[in-house]
């Protein structure tokens, strides 16, 4: 079996408190027009998964560590308007960083970094509907947003003919996105 695919997509609302930076990662009700395809995420998408081991990541970098549900100093909430976030920021450069930036409007929001399990998404032609996301981290981003209240995140794509077409579209979406 090949390896499931990391999709990234963001949002842009931040809040901050201190040392805290509070807002949405993600938000339902909107769609991201990635090219090949549209996409939206289904109230409940995240249910299951803010119960497991998520980071808050600058960047999408793993090495620069900002907070983690396991820890206490991320907590997740799925509402009816999305996933809400709340983040103590550490005393690090990252942090000291990251509060900088959204103090002066810098940043250019959050996104999120997920695999789709098997069942998570359903499509109705070019339109993909994500119904239920395994989330892997947070990530807030200087980035442009995939979602209009986003921006960037990680998916990955079910394996088979229509899946595979699928993917190839992801690719070269996400290719146009950098170019």
């Not at 609302?13 to 289904?42: P, V």
């Amino acid at each position: 079996m090949a390896a499931a695919t990391l999709e990234r997509r963001a949002f842009t609302e931040l809040r901050t408190a201190g040392r805290r930076i509070e807002g949405y990662a993600a938000t339902f009700g909107t769609e991201a027009d990635l090219g090949a395809f549209r996409e939206r995420i289904a109230p409940g998408a995240f249910r299951a998964a803010i119960a497991g081991d998520v980071l808050a990541l600058l960047d999408h970098d793993a090495g620069k560590v900002l907070g983690r549900t396991r820890s206490g100093t991320l907590r997740l909430t799925e509402d009816s308007r999305g996933l809400a976030f709340s983040l103590d920021v550490p005393e690090t450069q990252a942090g000291r960083d990251v509060l900088a930036l959204a103090e002066r409007g810098d940043l250019g929001g959050m996104s999120f970094g997920f695999n789709v399990p098997e069942g998570g998404e359903s499509w109705d032609g070019r339109t993909r509907t994500l119904r239920s996301i395994a989330l892997k981290e947070i990530s807030v981003v200087s980035a442009w947003p995939a979602y209009p209240d986003t921006e960037i995140a990680l998916r990955a794509l079910q394996r088979g003919s229509d899946a595979q077409r699928r993917t190839r579209a992801l690719a070269l979406a996400e290719a146009r996105q950098w170019a």
